[in-house]
């Protein structure tokens, strides 16, 4: 992630009146360009597909796709935009999403590792989402077809490409099998 050369600190507020957002997040006043693989864009949206689906029957909150800005770390110019993030019914203010940012915590994030993500940049966002609160975090690796789980209190665990992702306590009932991910993603394989 290159930072945007600019002499001024941007606040949150004035990230979401810009136009040229997409893409991009803010990490301490800096407009930093966040570029997706096609491949990771996709895995994102099938996952966001299926957590839909699973919610159709079970009614438990809201699944929001990437280029929603969480903005969570009070006094931090900060807004993260995770590839998938899930909030619980009955933690939204008024009980559904305002016009701006998302400013509850959420209950789980997704991050799908795209080709140009350097990885100490994706450890400071994990260590971030950690810092927070979440309790469920899935990072998905679409190279090697595996995936990490990890969360506010709890040890970072991996999954091997027969490894099924689990909702746990967040999304009770919903799991997704990597293997069935990866061969949507690839069905000549």
């Not at 945007?4 to 991009?24: V, W």
């Not at 935009?81 to 203010?93: A, C, E, I, M, S």
């Not at 400013?103 to 350097?118: F, Q």
Request: proline share 7%.
């Amino acid at each position: 992630m290159a930072a945007a050369p600019t002499s001024d600190l941007i606040t949150p507020d004035t990230f979401l009146t810009m136009r040229k957002q997409e893409g991009a997040e803010l990490v301490d006043g800096r407009i930093v360009e966040v570029p997706m693989g096609s491949m990771s864009s996709w895995l994102g949206g099938e996952l966001l597909f299926l957590i839909k689906l699973f919610l159709r029957s079970h009614d438990l909150g809201w699944a929001f796709p990437q280029e929603t800005g969480l903005a969570i770390w009070p006094n931090r110019n900060r807004v993260r935009k995770p590839d998938l993030t899930f909030v619980r019914h009955g933690r939204l203010k008024d009980g559904k999403p305002d016009e701006g940012w998302l400013t509850t915590v959420p209950d789980l994030v997704v991050e799908v590792v795209s080709p140009k993500d350097r990885a100490s940049d994706l450890e400071l966002k994990l260590d971030e989402y950690r810092e927070a609160g979440i309790a469920l975090i899935w990072v998905i690796y679409p190279t090697t077809r595996r995936a990490q789980v990890l969360g506010a209190n709890r040890p970072r665990t991996e999954i091997g490409p027969d490894g099924v992702l689990d909702g746990e306590d967040v999304l009770p009932g919903f799991t997704c099998s990597l293997r069935e991910l990866f061969e949507a993603a690839n069905p000549e394989a």
